[in-house]
């Protein structure tokens, strides 16, 4: 229904083919085809323009999982995440960074139209928070560490359930 009504949005998948590409290419119609994007696995510059450009980051895995890298990678550029209480992503509606929602497809509408409907990149920085504080105390509530120079592309997350800081050149 979204891309129904609005030939401007797009919908991008992006990530490795599992096996599940052209079965999910066979269920877009054929009205639809341009406005679906299957971009597959995005590196370096490719994912922070992806992030930048994205007015939303949806993540809704059935089974459980732990907190997702890149739910965080998208917090870290601002991009609102939508996710599902499978993706743990400890504190994200207290701080106003994205929506948790039920694992199925009324819910997660009616939250992608609501992203959809901010007006402008000011509502989507009061998300994240004046100078990223927001995601500061999301920071200090989970334990993870999303560092990020002014001027660089570098993003480095750490967390104590890593074995190992991982600088991720985005």
Partial sequence: PILEKDDQVKLAIVGRDDGQENKLKKLVPSSLKKQVIFAGPLYQEDVKAFFQFAKCFIITPRYFEETSTASLESLSYGTPVITTYQAQIPYLRDYHAGYVVENNELDIRLK?????????????????????????????????????????????????FMKFSENMNY
């Fill in 112 to 160: 992608v139209d609501k992203v959809l409907k901010l007006p402008d990149e000011e509502i989507k920085g009061r998300i994240i928070g004046k100078e990223g504080r927001n995601i500061k105390v999301f920071e200090e509530q989970t334990g993870v560490n999303l560092e990020m120079e002014e001027g660089s592309a570098d993003v480095r997350i750490s967390s104590p």
